[in-house]
């Protein structure tokens, strides 16, 4: 099995990124790294030795670890070099990404496989199988699959159990705890996201995004229960079901002005990784 490796890439090596994360093992080439725009990237940081600001970003496949460190800051903060080395030289390795099941139509398909998102399709017919996944990806129109009432209520059941990935325009009632979504255009100065493990390396890209919707209506979750986690404005949400959770996405990426559409993409991208749900290296987004 191959370790992490560390990759500080040049300009030109940057653009193989996908293939050399996969098949180079450990190396290390000095350098700047690109702007990143989109597919499986987000930050990189270790809480009190790399910070988002050092500007260094990872991207995970699998069972291995790409990270890229800009030569300005390998320069100016040796203390950062030297940190990501120490995580490289670890034994940890991180587990493999977990398998998703989705329920929906074909708009939420178009998210997640704009995402790079790997999963699989259930349906009335085999909704018992979801038992199966460790995570479940609720789209659009799921509820009008199901025309059987006691089948409906299995598939409440299993998302009542499991994991929960609630995609835009998902049928929000069944879930448990009353969530529900509404509208809310982003204010002067409101970005903000909750200081918990699913945002972890959110900040700097939904702040961008807030910015550049300041003024548009975005749906966002309007109501849930006392204990949930949402940024602000509130267009993704975090809650907390027993030993599992309930993770709102609610603006897909094409419902984001196009000038901010790649800082969107980053942070779906990102909460998904921090969820251990693999996405896909270079993808669009839709």
Known sequence: MKK??????????????????AASGKRLVMG???????????????????????????LRRGREITVWCPERTASAKPRVL????????????????????YVGNAEGEAVLKGLGVRYDSYGPRDVWNLDGKRAIALGPGAKGMFADPKLLDVLRKKLASHPVVALPGADLSLLPFGVEFG???????????????LFLGTGRDFGEFAAGARGVSLPVVAKGPAWMQATAPGCFAHIKNGNSSIVVFG????????????????????????????????????
């Open 32 to 58: 700047d790294v690109p702007p990143h725009t989109v597919g499986a990237y987000r930050p990189f940081t270790i809480p009190g030795e790399i910070a988002e600001s050092d500007g260094l970003v990872e």
């Open 251 to 286: 603006v897909a990426p094409s419902a984001a002005p196009e000038s901010v559409r790649p800082a969107l993409i980053r942070v779906w991208c990102t909460m998904l990784a921090n969820l251990n749900i693999e996405t896909g290296c270079g993808a669009a987004g839709r």
């Open 4 to 21: 992490p490796c560390l990759i500080v890439l040049s300009a030109v090596a940057a653009a193989a990124a996908c293939t050399a994360s």
């Open 82 to 101: 030297a940190a990501a080395r120490r995580f490289v030289d670890s034994p940890f390795v991180p587990i493999g990404s977990i398998s998703v099941g």
């Open 183 to 197: 509208s809310a255009a982003a204010a002067d100065g409101e970005a903000k996201v909750p200081d918990q493990p």
